[in-house]
């Protein structure tokens, strides 16, 4: 399995636009300790650091096709920058915007894309996620929605996909485990989520050659958040930003309690502090890995 991480960030994306905060100036014009470790990353600096909205592409490595794993506003310049293969199916996790609204690339680009989303209601919209996609992309003939059980395997692109409910309140969400039938290789994705994931779910989620695990600030934000933290480790520090997402400790822990051989922070917002914005575990578009 080939996965190339398209977009990393989260729903303003780094740098975000119009903003001159020392993360966003120092992911626009690197300085050369970045530069280096850029490189060593395999990602060329030479246009600064992205992390544009979220999207990640699998390739299978037995039948060459390509699974999207949600559809980020920016699939254009995804796609141009990794030159990288149009998908052949895709996953959306749920319907927030960074996750979904690049689907009407689409159009005039794809033949055809099935796209497989999960089929339980959701209380607050009262459709399925499933439900939501198809009622926005009803105009593309090139779009057919295939509404999935959780935690039944499906197959798509010619990976065996598994979707798990996830805790990202008031929306259902869902993060997913991704297995290449002919390796063996597993990828699993948490999905934008809090760290309170239900046991069943971190089940399917655990023993991945690699986690891509949301992380959306460090814990000294809490504080100006309206709800604080929770989810708060033995010292005290929360693992929930809010409600509805990690922290970067919260996420660390994640990829530790899932027992994955490797692991990247993804959907990291440019309020963390520029000194630790860039660490290694925190991933940056373009990074690469082979399964
Ligand atoms: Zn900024
Ligand atoms: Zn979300
Ligand atoms: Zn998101």
Redesign the pocket.
């Known amino acids: 399995m080939e996965v190339t991480l398209l977009g990393t960030g989260d ?1 303003t994306g780094t740098p975000t636009v119009g903003c001159d905060c020392d993360t966003c100036e120092r992911a626009r014009d690197p300085d050369a300790e970045l530069r280096e470790q850029l490189r060593e990353r395999g990602v060329d600096p030479t246009d600064g650091v992205e992390r544009s909205r979220f999207s990640v592409h699998l390739r299978n490595e037995e039948t060459g096709e390509v699974l999207l794993i949600d559809a980020s506003p920016d699939f254009r310049t995804q796609f141009r920058r990794e030159d990288v293969a149009l998908p052949d199916a895709a996953v959306i996790t ?1 319907v ?1 915007f ?2 979904l609204d690049g689907l009407g690339n689409a159009y005039r680009l794809l033949d055809h894309l099935p796209v497989h989303a999960a089929d339980e209601t959701d209380a607050q919209t009262g459709e399925s996620v499933a439900e939501t996609v198809r009622d926005q992309y009803d105009y593309l003939d090139t779009v057919s929605v295939h509404p999935k059980s959780p935690y039944e395997p499906f197959s798509a692109a010619g990976f065996e996909v598994t979707l798990v409910p996830v805790e ?1 309140p008031p ?1 259902v ?1 869902y993060g997913l485990r991704v297995e290449e039938p002919a390796t063996g290789a597993v990828l699993s994705i948490s999905g ?1 989520t809090c760290y309170e994931v239900p046991d069943r779910s971190r089940e399917v989620l655990t023993g991945a050659d690699l986690a891509l695990v949301e992380g959306i600030v460090h814990p000294g934000a809490c504080e100006f958040h309206p709800e604080g933290g929770a989810h708060h480790d033995d010292e005290g520090v929360p693992r929930t930003f809010g409600t ?1 997402h990690m922290t970067l400790p919260g996420a660390r822990d994640f990829a530790d309690d899932v027992a994955a051989d490797d692991y990247r922070i993804m959907h990291t917002a440019h309020y963390v502090p520029p000194e630790r914005a860039f660490a290694d575990d925190i991933a940056v578009d373009g990074e690469r890995f082979s399964l």
């Open positions: 729903t749920h927030h960074d996750h990202h929306l969400c934008d509805k």
